[in-house]
């Protein structure tokens, strides 16, 4: 039975149950004819739920423990994987992986935050959350990618940039900066998905680009909710609200002008099938470094300017 | 994002007045020196005893940095258009239109081209009376213009940030000025146009993590606040208390990432000295 059950899920749980349990039976009674009308059920009421989710829902799907991380969609969508590690200045961080691949014929550098998936792979991966380093040796994996004329492919899955001490005393202001400066000028082409968590300038930092595409159920905004929450309202019980008020979701970005696409979830999010989320995912990737693959680095670059120069609303 | 948590009153001339009887007194609160407001004024808002740089708003730094009346602003009047009708305790747009009303400013930046030395200069000044000096689109795209007229006249370019971070009622909009405003200084840079960030206290969180480390020098004010996270975030993350001067000037001159601190009252000969050697 699945664990992590989110509280608006509890419904299709509940009803899917009551299934597994008429199933015991089935043999002995003729109940094939309930079954499948609570089969159907089941599919409408999936239906009625995930395509009515309200923000938080959505935040809280992005930040599913079972979702696909960085390392399971290069391991689904690509092939000859060579993770590559460091910043040669202090160390590797390992919230942050990256490596060359083959995306069918497409050579590439692909580059994400990694979340772990139990208490010691967090601690591992310091749940996603970067420090200095990690963006350096984004950069560092970027450069070799210019060098070559390999298009780069980032992943944005994070709760933030790591805010410590040791973070704050190797520049991490300095690090987040380094990269959206770099990123604006690199000659290659750059795809940035966000396929869980967008917080903040810790996203951000590898998510300068010429494409941002954006999984369904996903978040990407100044700060999370509970922190809004927590400044604005003084409360941490506002984070609903905060999330209504940020308009954070896919669908709300790509209204903003902010990102370019949204890319569909299997029903119920990115979790409930990997092999086709992954599936879907690299359809559109390939759509996309299709075009971009023919344009001039300086064209490349001269959009890349203009297209982050338009994000913004204001009067004069 | 540390404006919303201060519990000190700003310090400045002008909001000072409310402590000191017949408002023609400030107190510093390094020393608790009290000063006359027109001695410390001629001070250029330090303190003579103990030399604590009181926060002072961008109107105190165009007098202090720019030859006289050689200041013309642009897109003086360009305000917030709550695009996503925010709404926390209050409503964005009744924020703003408080907070103009209040501060006498239009957003927290004031932008346009002046002179040091007699030497042209596109000058930018953040305002931390301004919500905190927090960057929403009008501070993202009036930077951007800025960096344009820079690299369109080729003039060197400086910027005094100061600032609590993005600005949380525009959302992505906010962050999104992080990388547009980086943007147009990878193209400034490319040009060989000199850029100098100056860093008042406080600068934190997404203008710190986008323009005000950006420049060819890096400049800050002694003592002044500068980092990613707040203190306090990170206190609350590592459950331990802070060092001494964390996060301060001395504490980013000897990490390495600022060039020098600059006393005020040196900041317009060393800024027009630094622009002779680079343009
Ligand atoms: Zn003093």
Known sequence: ?????????????????????????????????????????????????YENLTRWQKVQLARHPERPYTLDYINLMTIDFVELHGDRLFKDDKAIVGGLAKLDEYKIMIIGHQKGR????????????????????????????????????????????YPGIEAEQRGQAEAIARNLFEMSKLKVPIIVVIIGEGASGG???????????????????????????????????????????LKLTAEDLLEQGIIDRIIPE????????????????????????????KLKPEKLIQNRIDKFGKMGVFVE | MAWFKRSKQNISPHSKKTDIPDGQWSKCEECGEIIHNKQLELNLWTCSKCNYHFRIGSDQYISIVLDKNSFKE??????????LAF?????????????????????AVKTGVGKINGKKVVFCCMDFNFIGGSMGSVVGEKISR?????????????????????????????????????TRLARLAEAKIPYISVLADPTTGGVTASYAMLGDVIIAE???????????????????????????????????FIDFIVNRKQLKEQLSLLINYLS
Request: aromatic letters at 8%; a neutral charge; hydrophobic letters at 35%.
């Open chain 1, 203 to 245: 996203a951000l930092g590898i998510g300068v680009g010429d494409r941002i595409l954006m999984l369904q159920n996903t978040w990407y905004s100044v700060i999370s909710p509970e922190s809004c929450s927590s400044i604005l309202w003084r409360s941490w019980d506002y984070k609903e609200q905060a999330a209504e008020s």
């Open chain 1, 118 to 161: 139990d208490t010691k792979s967090n601690l591992y991966r310091n749940f996603g959350m970067p420090n200095p380093e990690g963006y350096r040796k984004a950069l560092r994996l970027m450069r070799l990618a210019e060098k070559f004329n390999l298009p780069v492919i980032t992943m944005l899955d994070t709760p933030g940039a």
């Open chain 1, 1 to 49: 039975m699945a664990k992590n059950i989110l509280d608006f899920e509890k419904p299709i749980l509940e009803l899917e149950n009551k299934i597994e349990e008429m199933r015991k039976y089935e043999g002995e009674l003729d109940i094939s004819n309930e079954i499948k009308t609570l089969e159907e059920k089941v599919l409408q009421l999936k239906k009625n739920i």
């Open chain 1, 266 to 293: 299997p029903l119920g999010g990115a979790h409930k099938n990997y092999t086709l989320m992954a599936a879907t995912l690299k359809t559109a990737l390939k759509e996309e470094l299709s075009q971009l693959v």
């Open chain 2, 74 to 83: 642009l897109n003086k009047k360009m305000i917030s258009d709550d695009p």
């Open chain 2, 87 to 107: 709404e926390d305790t209050k409503k964005y747009s009744e924020r703003i239109s408080a907070t103009i009303k209040k501060s006498n400013l239009y957003d």
């Open chain 2, 222 to 256: 002694p003592k002044a606040l500068i980092g990613f996270a707040g203190p306090r975030v990170i206190k609350q993350t590592i459950g331990k208390d802070l060092p001494e001067g964390f996060q301060r000037s001395e504490f980013l001159l000897e990490n390495g």
């Open chain 2, 146 to 182: 800025a960096i344009d007229e820079a690299y369109k006249s080729k003039i060197p370019l400086v910027i005094i940030s100061q600032s609590g971070g993005a600005r949380m009622m525009e959302g992505a909009y906010s962050l999104m000025q992080m990388a547009k405003t980086s």
